[in-house]
């Protein structure tokens, strides 16, 4: 089937400089995508989202692009801080008739040096 | 507004033995239920997914089953645990309809079976 995934799995940055996180996906159909944020020993937490009529989004610190053409995602974190560090996890969401079904990838380690 | 709750946070159990997890969801009607499992260091696999009482789908064959007797309860169970169901499991839950609907995560189990 179809996946979500990620080109690397761990990524080492110093604070304060900015941080790229990428995945690609496979499934051109999908026209929905989220990076979550995953601390040790807690459930993912919503970072950001994006639409597939859309080709860039940001928020507080964080920038999703989306490039259809070459089916890549990307996350962006400007000014690293340690409490930054977790994995990262991009998914895409396909609607079907069961409903909202996230396909997650596997998973992007970033580490924030001091 | 919404909460997610999942309990209990951390479980060791005997192979052989059974196993019952519990979720529940507050602050919104009619969600859709999802139980996913986690690897150490890997992604996320859904387990079972449900969009109404009573109403459940399994994404993978397994040792485990779910069961929603309520809107907003949603249950993983076993009658004999394996090694292989060593694991994180979360519970998320997203609102009912169409679109691109994110899915809310809770605190996660972590399950080891000796």
């Known amino acids: 089937g179809e996946s979500v995934g990620l080109h690397l799995p761990t990524l080492s940055v110093q604070e304060g400089d900015n941080s790229i996180i990428n995945c690609a996906y496979s499934?051109?159909?999908?026209?929905?995508f989220i990076w979550y944020k995953q601390e040790s020993g807690k459930g993912p937490q919503f970072i950001i989202d994006?639409?597939?009529?859309?080709d860039k989004r940001q928020g507080q610190r964080v920038t999703v692009l989306l490039n259809k053409t070459v089916k890549h995602l990307s996350l962006q974190i400007a000014a690293t801080q340690p409490g930054d560090s977790a994995v990262y996890f991009c998914?895409?969401?396909?609607?079907?008739?069961?409903?909202?079904?996230?396909?997650f990838g596997g998973g992007t380690r970033l580490m924030v040096k001091p | 507004s919404q909460t997610i709750h999942q309990w209990p946070a951390t479980l060791v159990q005997p192979v052989g033995s059974p196993l019952s997890l519990e979720c529940t969801v507050e602050?919104?009607?009619?969600?859709?239920l999802y139980w996913y499992r986690q690897a150490a260091g890997r992604g996320l696999q859904l387990l079972f997914y449900?969009?109404?009482?009573?109403?459940i789908s399994s994404e993978v064959p397994q040792n485990l089953s779910a069961s929603r007797p309520q809107d907003r309860q949603f249950i993983l169970s076993s009658k004999k645990l394996l090694l292989s169901d060593s694991g994180f499991y979360l519970c998320?839950?997203?609102?009912?309809?169409?679109?691109?609907?994110?899915?809310?995560f809770g605190s996660g189990t972590q399950l080891s079976v000796l």
């Open positions: 998320a839950w997203s609102p009912l309809g169409q679109g691109d609907e994110k899915l809310f």
């Open positions: 499934n051109s159909a999908s026209d929905y």
């Open positions: 994006i639409r597939s009529n859309m």
């Open positions: 998914a895409e969401n396909k609607w079907n008739n069961a409903g909202n079904m996230l396909t």
């Open positions: 602050g919104t009607s009619n969600p859709n």
């Open positions: 449900s969009v109404g009482i009573g109403q």
